[in-house]
């Protein structure tokens, strides 16, 4: 985050490369042979239906889940071999259900920070968003959009090069997914790598520079959105969600879960 001023040194290295990934949960392939890079200043989107797998890959990329075959390279670095040195880089949004319910935003930041050994000012990133004049609310009473805020606070504290969020603007209203979508985009601009699995499709063509589809165990189509939208589109006012649902099937019937 460029709250606090970096030295300018440009990353050469992709901030994730995941090469040929295959998951099982015992005999139910999730990922099969999915390869997928995510460069510096970038925020590269994961479009999928529920309970495709995103969730999955991104444990497997931050070494939560085995896999079983494959590579997965953070900065340069296996994560099979170098999982604690890539989570001092790596800012992940936690769960909600990692929070401590008790515990007040400004409690909640100040334990995450404890964590790291060159934490960011937390009092800043609360600043930035829009967290500092609620700080003493506890988690347990936060709304959806003050508790999404947070985890994204959360996720910054490290002053990562690559972060990682799973649904951030998910049920949020349009202020609070605006905020979000700024400190992203400053993130961005500070050349931080961002991968972002989301179900909003304007969330996507607005902030992302890549997008990967999930279906069927498989990336179908990669690209910017435009990218996509040409090469999948039925007729010319395709948007990305209707060529999203081309892609991914405009049934419930099949859905995964
Ligand atoms: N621990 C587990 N054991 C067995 N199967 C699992 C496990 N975790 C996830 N799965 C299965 O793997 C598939 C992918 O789940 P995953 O949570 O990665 O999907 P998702 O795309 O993140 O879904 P959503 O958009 O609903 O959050 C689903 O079929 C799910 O039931």
């Known amino acids: 985050m460029s709250i606090v001023s970096k030295e300018e040194v440009l990353p050469s290295e992709p901030s994730l490369i995941v090469d040929n990934l295959t998951k099982n949960y ?32 991104i444990e497997c990329v931050v070494g939560l889940r085995p896999f079983n075959q494959g590579t997965i390279k953070v900065g340069g670095l296996d994560i ?5 040195e890539i989570m001092r880089q790596v800012g992940i949004q936690p769960q909600e259900a990692n929070l401590f319910p008790r515990l007040s935003i400004e ?45 994204v606070a959360l996720s910054l504290i490290g002053d990562p090069s ?8 998910t049920g949020i209203d349009p202020q609070v997914k605006q905020l979000i979508w700024k400190v992203l985009q400053k993130e961005k601009t500070d050349h931080n790598a961002i991968l972002l699995s989301t179900h909003n499709m ?15 165990k498989k990336i179908v189509a990669s690209g910017t959105p435009k990218e996509i939208i040409m090469n999948n589109r039925k007729i010319m006012n395709d948007t990305l969600e209707d060529v999203f649902l081309h892609l991914t099937g405009s049934s419930l019937r099949g859905e995964i879960d």
């Open 26 to 57: 015992a005999d139910n392939i999730v990922l099969d042979q999915l390869s997928l890079t995510v460069n510096p200043g970038e925020i590269h989107g994961i479009l999928g239906r529920n309970g495709i797998g995103k969730t999955t890959l």
């Open 80 to 84: 099979l071999s170098n999982r604690d």
């Open 107 to 151: 409690e909640t930041m100040q334990l995450f920070s404890s964590f790291y050994g060159d934490p960011l000012a937390y009092s800043e990133i609360m600043n930035v968003l829009d967290l500092e004049r609620i700080k003493n609310k506890r988690v347990k009473s936060l709304s959806t959009g003050q508790k999404q805020r947070l985890l």
């Open 162 to 169: 690559f972060i990682i969020l799973d649904e951030p603007t």
């Open 202 to 216: 304007e969330e996507a063509e607005k902030i992302c520079d890549r997008v990967s589809i999930l279906h069927n």
